[in-house]
């Protein structure tokens, strides 16, 4: 019974050692290391890339900066009576526009009248007392040539003329302030432009406190925004050169709003790094509005005749900025370049010759001297939007 599970068992063994022999074996006959060494000597011989190029264009390229607005008026005026009183009848109508100089509003003028009416009837009275000081005064400078009179005399009657004539400048004087104070009864539009809500109405009683209503410039207006520390010196520049032409573009719009440059803050805000600026924009239409937000677009500089490539064709990483371009032998070349300004899908850069094939998709499984094959022989216009092709993906080249 032993001698036959020992043989059981060692018949079993060997099968197992066999199958185990059949099963690591490659097919006809073929190690299995081998089998895998052949496997990548294929992956090495895939063919080139495909890839999408483009033509640098050269043309000219506004330098702008851009940010977003606050519509604001070059004047606003409070209007408050200068006397305490009672209106009597408001001449315009809220959202009226107004010129300067228009009447607004009428305030109860009889006490000030009385009072006026009185200082000239003063004034009168001291003409009167002055013409006969003054008869007197020549009549008594006749008698003292015939030694009819004293000097002393005369002297008297000059002290009284000069002193008549004093009282009566005092007098026109306060004429004067009477009628100052009787021209407070009537309120005129100090600048033309829109009345805003009127607070009061016929019989309300006002005091120097008392806000009648306001009134807004609106042609022209301002429009105040920030923009970065870095941009001042450019902004100044461009200050200095002439008019800086500063455009707005309200909810969205695609239509421009022309204005220029009318003033830069004296001092940057440490905290925010920020400079405050305001531009000036005719506004005889009414199209902006203060307190309105606008986006606004703010032309420091023009490159000249620079060269523009679409952005998704340049690559940044650790050893700087360069695009691929496509050499005479069909592979892919490094060219450096520097990114000069940026503006939507495209920028302007420095570094080409501007005769070279940018490739602008596929680049992802680039490297340098790796071969190419351009998908579109013609080359695209990147002035045109169906040129300007998104990356898709991470670039290797850019890892």
Same mark, same amino acid.
């Given at each position: ?164 004539? !004093? %009282? &009566?400048? =005092?007098?026109? +004087?306060?004429?004067?302030? *009477?009628? @100052?104070? #009787?021209?407070?009864? /009537? ?46 010196? !450019? %902004? &100044?520049? =461009?200050?200095? +050169?002439?008019?800086?032409? *500063?455009? @707005?573009? #309200?909810?969205?719009? /695609? ?47 023009? %490159?000249?005749? =620079? ?93």
């Amino acid at each position: 019974m032993k001698k036959t599970t020992l043989g059981v068992l060692v018949a079993a063994a060997v099968a197992i050692g066999a199958g185990a022999w059949q099963f690591t074996r490659a097919p006809h006959g073929e190690p299995q290391g081998e089998q895998h060494a052949g496997a990548g000597n294929k992956g090495r011989g895939n063919g080139p890339t495909t890839v999408n190029v483009v033509t640098p264009k050269r043309r000219d390229v506004p330098v702008t900066l851009q940010a977003n607005g606050t519509v604001s008026p070059i004047s606003t005026v409070d209007l408050h009576p200068q006397t305490t009183s009672t209106i009597v009848k408001v001449h315009v109508k809220e959202g009226q526009f107004v010129k300067e100089g228009q009447l607004m509003f009428s305030l109860d003028s009889r006490s000030e009248s009385a009072n006026l009416d009185k200082a000239e009837a003063q004034v009168q009275r001291d003409r009167a007392s002055l013409a006969d000081l003054e008869r007197q005064y020549k009549r008594s400078m006749e008698l003292l040539s015939q030694k009819f009179i004293a000097q002393g005399a005369v002297d008297t009657l000059k002290s009284q003329v000069d002193a008549a004539r !004093a %009282l &009566l400048e =005092a007098d026109i +004087a306060a004429a004067r302030a *009477v009628r @100052v104070d #009787q021209s407070y009864t /009537t309120i005129k539009a100090p600048m033309t432009g829109r009345v805003g809500a009127i607070n009061v109405y016929p019989g309300s009683l006002v005091q120097l406190s008392t806000s009648l209503t306001t009134i807004t410039q609106l042609d022209p207006i301002n429009v105040a925004f920030t923009v970065p520390e870095t941009s001042l010196a !450019a %902004l &100044l520049d =461009a200050q200095r +050169a002439g008019k800086v032409p *500063v455009q @707005v573009f #309200q909810n969205n719009s /695609t239509t421009p709003i022309e204005g220029h440059l009318s003033f830069i803050d004296n001092t940057v805000d440490p905290q925010a790094g920020v400079i405050r600026v305001k531009a000036q924009f005719d506004n005889r239409d009414t199209r902006l509005w203060p307190g309105q937000y606008v986006n606004t677009a703010l032309t420091v500089q023009t %490159l000249k005749n =620079a060269l523009v490539v679409p952005q998704n064709a340049i690559i940044t990483n650790s050893h700087g900025t360069f695009v691929y371009t496509v050499g005479p032998d069909n592979t892919a070349k490094v060219a450096n370049v520097e990114r000069v300004h940026a503006f939507g899908v495209d920028a302007a850069v420095r570094g080409l010759a501007g005769d070279e094939k940018i490739i602008v998709e596929g680049k992802q499984n680039l490297r340098p001297g790796g071969k190419v094959r351009v998908a579109d022989t013609r080359g695209a216009d990147v002035s045109r939007p169906d040129a300007r092709v998104a990356e898709r993906g991470n670039p290797k080249g850019a890892e």
